[in-house]
Nanobody, 125 residues
Framework: QVQLVESGGGLVQAGGSLRLSCAASGRTFSNYAMGWFRQAPGKEREFVAAISWSGGSTYYADSVKGRFTISRDNAKNTVYLQMNSLKPEDSAVYYC??????????????????WGQGTQVTVSS
C-alpha cells in the first residue's frame, strides 16, 4: 500500500501561482511513477502531469504545458506541482496518484494504483 496526502491548495487570483505537494508513505516511493489529475465540478477527472520514477522524464497535458511543472524528491518521498500563470479554468480538486508503469498510459486514470484525497485549487478572475 502507498498512502498519498496532498497539500498546498487554496484560493489565488488569475495569473498567480501555487505549489502543490504530495507526500507518500508506505511502499518505496521511488518505485512509482507519479501523476497529478484534476476534477472540476460536473466534469471528468483529467490528466495534468506525470513524472517517471527517477524524475528524468515528464509528461504534460497540453492545457498546462509551459505553465505547470512537475517534480519529485525521492529522498523526501514527495512529488510537487508548481502551477504558474493560473487561469480560472484551472480551478478543480487536484489529486496525486502513483503508478507502477511508465509509458503513454500514464495519462490514463486506470494506469494508477494509488490516489490521494485531493486538494482544492480555486482561481478567481
Amino acid at each position: 500500500q502507498v498512502q498519498l496526502v496532498e497539500s498546498g491548495g487554496g484560493l489565488v487570483q488569475a495569473g498567480g501561482s501555487l505549489r502543490l505537494s504530495c507526500a507518500a508513505s508506505g511502499r518505496t516511493f521511488s518505485n512509482y511513477a507519479m501523476g497529478w489529475f484534476r476534477q472540476a465540478p460536473g466534469k471528468e477527472r483529467e490528466f495534468v502531469a506525470a513524472i517517471s520514477w527517477s524524475g528524468g522524464s515528464t509528461y504534460y497535458a497540453d492545457s498546462v504545458k509551459g505553465r505547470f511543472t512537475i517534480s519529485r524528491d525521492n529522498a523526501k518521498n514527495t512529488v510537487y506541482l508548481q502551477m504558474n500563470s493560473l487561469k480560472p479554468e484551472d480551478s478543480a480538486v487536484y489529486y496525486c496518484a502513483g503508478a507502477q508503469i511508465w509509458n503513454t498510459d500514464v495519462a490514463r486514470r486506470d494506469a494508477y494504483d494509488y490516489w490521494g484525497q485531493g486538494t482544492q485549487v480555486t482561481v478567481s478572475s
